[in-house]
């Protein structure tokens, strides 16, 4: 099936065209700028600039494609989680185009479609799939038997997302908004083994799959106000890598062990955090030697972007899952469970 996702959660305008597991457009307009001088994204700021560029973005979407929006089996959407005026913008421009064209609308869950979006990458999903989530909201593992209907979350953090912390401690080291591919980059030239920070919930009697980084996140603040009180230059490369480590070791090791205990051969890995040049590294390096299969999309998409949302709408669609209704409604906390929206009252179209 040929479907166009849009994607408004946060601050990327996303729309993507994909046909089938194949993708013919991927087109991205991010406000981001917009929010740097912030520190963080506003969501009012977000709300209007998806609003300016939805219109633009669709169309530059079906230009790349080389298709008509009459050419569309269906429209899919992110329904949620998500920022509310934001997602707002996205399911309103969905439920226009799905009216006026007369096409089946379904509201998808993010999350799911950040998984989802590797078919695109390296083709049809195994069942079950184990999907390690890292993102600016999330960090979960999750055993999805079914993409389009069936997400079992094993484990999730218990404070702060991966990307959150990295976010955290690029302020921490005056790295600026968005703080992930910053710390990514000077990571490079510094020290992964200078600083020993503290891997969260790795215990014996802790939670196997659960995550905890917001103390990591302070023992880094604390280590480089040390250093500032004793005057004493912040060796920030070595902070960013040693901190990157950190990270990225109790995720791959966590997953390979989700994969181990619940005889799954392998791993993917999903979300904006999955961009990160060490992570994909390290999983690779262990899920070799586990002899555990990874898949991770290219960068680009696991970022936010609309052909993730594209993807899992045609899955639905070849599956035969239910549309949503015309007034599907937008829900920020949509929990991970709940990979689409129905229909609310019976469908109007
Ligand atoms: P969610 O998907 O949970 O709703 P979100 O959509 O805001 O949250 P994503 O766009 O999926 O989040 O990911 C954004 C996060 O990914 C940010 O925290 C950002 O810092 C982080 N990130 C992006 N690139 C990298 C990178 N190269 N290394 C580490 N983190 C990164
Ligand atoms: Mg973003
Ligand atoms: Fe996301």
Request: aromatic content about 4%; proline content about 6%; glycine content about 10%.
């Amino acid at each position: 099936p040929l479907v166009l996702g849009i994607e408004t959660s946060c601050d990327e305008t996303g729309v993507g065209i994909v046909r089938g597991t194949t993708l013919l457009a991927d087109e991205v307009a991010s406000s981001v700028d917009e929010h740097a001088r912030f520190g963080g994204v506003v969501p009012e700021v977000a709300s209007r600039a998806h609003l300016e560029a939805m219109v633009p973005t669709i169309r530059r979407a079906l230009r790349t494609a080389g298709v008509t929006a009459r050419d569309l089996d269906a429209i899919a959407v992110t329904a949620g989680p998500g920022l509310a005026g934001a997602l707002l913008v996205g399911v309103s421009a969905a439920k226009a185009y799905a009216y006026a064209l007369g096409k089946p609308l379904y509201g998808v869950n993010h999350l799911a479609s950040h998984i989802c979006v590797d078919q695109l990458e390296h083709g049809p999903l195994p069942e079950p799939t184990m999907a390690l989530l890292v993102s600016g909201g999330h960090s979960s593992l999750l055993l999805a038997p079914d993409i389009t209907s069936d997400v079992r979350p094993l484990g999730a953090t218990i404070d702060d997302a991966a990307g959150e912390a990295f976010d955290k401690v690029a302020r921490v080291l005056g790295l600026g908004f968005p703080g992930g591919p910053a710390v990514d980059r000077l990571a490079r030239e510094g020290d992964p083994a200078a600083i020993a920070f503290p891997r969260g919930l790795t215990g014996p009697r802790d939670a196997p799959y659960d995550f905890s980084f917001s103390g990591l996140k302070t023992s880094v603040a604390r280590w480089v106000e040390a250093r500032q009180r004793a005057g004493q230059p912040v060796p920030v490369a070595d902070v960013a890598a040693s901190f990157q480590e950190a990270v990225t070791d109790v995720l791959t090791r966590k997953a390979i062990r989700a994969c181990q205990e619940h005889g799954v051969d392998h791993l993917m890995i999903g979300g904006g955090v999955a961009a990160n040049s060490r992570l994909r590294a390290m999983a690779e390096e262990r899920c070799a030697d586990a002899g555990i299969r990874l898949r991770v999309p290219r960068a680009k998409l696991c970022t936010d972007n609309g052909a993730m949302v594209a993807a899992l709408g045609a899955e639905m669609v070849a599956r035969g899952r239910a549309a949503s209704a015309i007034d599907l409604p937008a829900d920020s906390s949509l929990p991970v469970t709940e990979i689409s929206v129905p229909a609310v009252v019976e469908r109007l179209l």
